[in-house]
């Protein structure tokens, strides 16, 4: 893999300093912002960063095409570093919730521009390996981010891990600007947007794979945005218990997509995607019932939930990139804008779901039943088609 692409060492490397930077963040992002806007305006935060990034996706490819990988990550991760700076500055409501939004965006379009880096540096046969260990290496720094955040928030506030964010993305900053600066880009295709969005759900593979992604990107939306505050305000666990927790629940990131990538390219995602769908709706649907404050409780059923959300991830990541080529950058537009569209709908249903149950936990219950549905969309997939 490394003698025949070379330069995947310098993007596993970005992976990684990538990752660790959101891992600092994603989880008290919310619970950063409710100090601002209120616990029930978290939500509306995060849709309003999510409708501008579809935007921001509409014109990527364009821009893309005309400044490259290299110049557009190169501004892309610079101004992600300084808005990062401002957000552990900034102490008012009115410079805050702007600049969050504002790096929210910048976040997805830097996602963007790695999966393009993966894409041209993949091969078919090898689609599998590449994405399991690109994967096992983001969701390392994840599991590494939150073994230590949860000391650094015992000791300091939530702004000491922007800071720390910061200087992560600086470092990233630099990589880019160091490793990537001979990178040659491939013809990327020159389609209209609307014209790419026809193209993608004319194929059913890529809508199949498209549905598969949004429902586990609504998965993550819940679980990031709702379990900490759910773990926090409700059970009342410090924030060194749930940085723990946390540590322990993404372990199956680091341990099973490597392996997980190599089996796919054997034998294909059919099977798997049915039973990584199957574990996180069950699991999901035991948090509802767990109401103690007891961290290796709360570990275990949260760790469980993501065996399946992993395996979901790395295949449908797979099966997805299988079926197209790699000038098809307005494709993989589309296929990332469920994470901004699940940052749109998810909170909404939540905002509906709390107003109708009689408690905080429901959510769990009814993440686990919309989780079956993916089963479905997984059983569909023909043996011919991966």
Do not use: C
């Given at each position: 893999m490394f003698k025949t692409n070379p330069k995947l060492k310098r993007?596993?490397?970005l992976g990684f300093l990538l990752a660790l930077h959101?891992?600092?963040?994603?989880?008290?992002?919310?619970?950063?912002?409710?100090?601002?806007?209120?616990?029930?305006?978290?939500?509306?935060?995060?849709i309003?960063?999510?409708l501008a990034s579809l935007v921001a996706l509409?014109?990527?490819?364009?821009?893309?095409?005309?400044t490259g990988e290299y110049k557009f990550l190169l501004w892309a991760s610079g101004l992600n570093a300084l808005l990062l700076l401002l957000l552990s500055l900034?102490?008012?409501?009115?410079?805050?919730?702007?600049?969050?939004?504002?790096?929210?965006?910048?976040?997805?379009?830097?996602?963007?521009?790695?999966?393009?880096?993966?894409?041209?540096?993949?091969?078919?046969?090898?689609?599998?390996?590449?994405?399991?260990?690109?994967?096992?290496?983001?969701?390392?720094?994840?599991?590494?981010?939150?073994?230590?955040?949860?000391?650094?928030?015992?000791?300091f506030t939530f702004s000491s891990l922007y800071l720390l964010a910061f200087l992560i993305m600086a470092t990233f900053f630099i990589f880019v600007s160091v490793g990537l600066k001979n990178i040659v880009d491939p013809k990327y295709d020159k389609v209209l947007a609307w014209q790419s969005f026809k193209n993608f759900?004319?194929?059913?593979?890529?809508?199949?794979?498209?549905?598969?992604?949004?429902?586990?990107?609504?998965?993550?939306?819940?679980?990031?945005?709702?379990?900490?505050?759910?773990?926090?305000?409700?059970?009342?666990?410090t924030w060194e218990e749930i940085t723990t927790i946390f540590a322990i629940m993404l372990l199956p990131f680091v341990l099973i997509q490597f392996p997980l990538g190599r089996y796919s390219d054997k034998i294909g995602e059919k099977k798997m995607l049915r039973l990584g769908f199957l574990a996180a709706s069950l699991a999901t649907f035991s948090l509802f019932f767990i109401t103690r404050h007891e961290v290796w409780i709360w570990a275990i059923a949260l760790f469980a939930t993501r065996v399946g959300a992993a395996t979901i991830e790395i295949m449908s990541?797979?099966?997805?990139?299988?079926?197209?080529?790699?000038?098809?950058?307005?494709?993989?537009?589309?296929?990332?804008?469920?994470?901004?569209?699940?940052?749109?709908?998810?909170?909404?249903?939540?905002?509906v779901i709390f107003r109708l149950v009689p408690s905080f936990n429901y959510i769990f219950l009814i993440l686990g039943v919309l989780m079956l549905y993916g089963v479905y969309l997984a059983g569909a997939i023909n043996k011919k088609d991966v």
């Amino acid at each position: 893999m490394f003698k025949t692409n070379p330069k995947l060492k310098r993007i596993f490397l970005l992976g990684f300093l990538l990752a660790l930077h959101f891992a600092f963040t994603s989880y008290i992002n919310s619970s950063f912002l409710s100090a601002f806007s209120g616990e029930e305006n978290v939500g509306l935060i995060y849709i309003l960063g999510s409708l501008a990034s579809l935007v921001a996706l509409y014109f990527i490819p364009g821009i893309l095409q005309r400044t490259g990988e290299y110049k557009f990550l190169l501004w892309a991760s610079g101004l992600n570093a300084l808005l990062l700076l401002l957000l552990s500055l900034l102490k008012t409501s009115v410079g805050i919730i702007p600049v969050f939004i504002f790096y929210f965006i910048l976040n997805l379009l830097i996602v963007f521009a790695m999966d393009e880096l993966v894409e041209m540096f993949s091969k078919n046969s090898s689609t599998g390996l590449v994405r399991g260990v690109y994967l096992t290496f983001i969701n390392l720094a994840w599991v590494i981010a939150q073994t230590v955040s949860g000391k650094i928030l015992s000791n300091f506030t939530f702004s000491s891990l922007y800071l720390l964010a910061f200087l992560i993305m600086a470092t990233f900053f630099i990589f880019v600007s160091v490793g990537l600066k001979n990178i040659v880009d491939p013809k990327y295709d020159k389609v209209l947007a609307w014209q790419s969005f026809k193209n993608f759900f004319r194929n059913k593979n890529l809508a199949r794979a498209y549905k598969m992604n949004f429902l586990l990107q609504f998965f993550y939306v819940w679980m990031v945005i709702y379990t900490p505050i759910y773990l926090h305000a409700h059970l009342h666990f410090t924030w060194e218990e749930i940085t723990t927790i946390f540590a322990i629940m993404l372990l199956p990131f680091v341990l099973i997509q490597f392996p997980l990538g190599r089996y796919s390219d054997k034998i294909g995602e059919k099977k798997m995607l049915r039973l990584g769908f199957l574990a996180a709706s069950l699991a999901t649907f035991s948090l509802f019932f767990i109401t103690r404050h007891e961290v290796w409780i709360w570990a275990i059923a949260l760790f469980a939930t993501r065996v399946g959300a992993a395996t979901i991830e790395i295949m449908s990541d797979v099966y997805f990139f299988k079926h197209i080529e790699r000038e098809n950058d307005e494709f993989i537009a589309v296929y990332r804008n469920t994470i901004p569209m699940s940052y749109i709908i998810a909170p909404f249903a939540a905002f509906v779901i709390f107003r109708l149950v009689p408690s905080f936990n429901y959510i769990f219950l009814i993440l686990g039943v919309l989780m079956l549905y993916g089963v479905y969309l997984a059983g569909a997939i023909n043996k011919k088609d991966v």
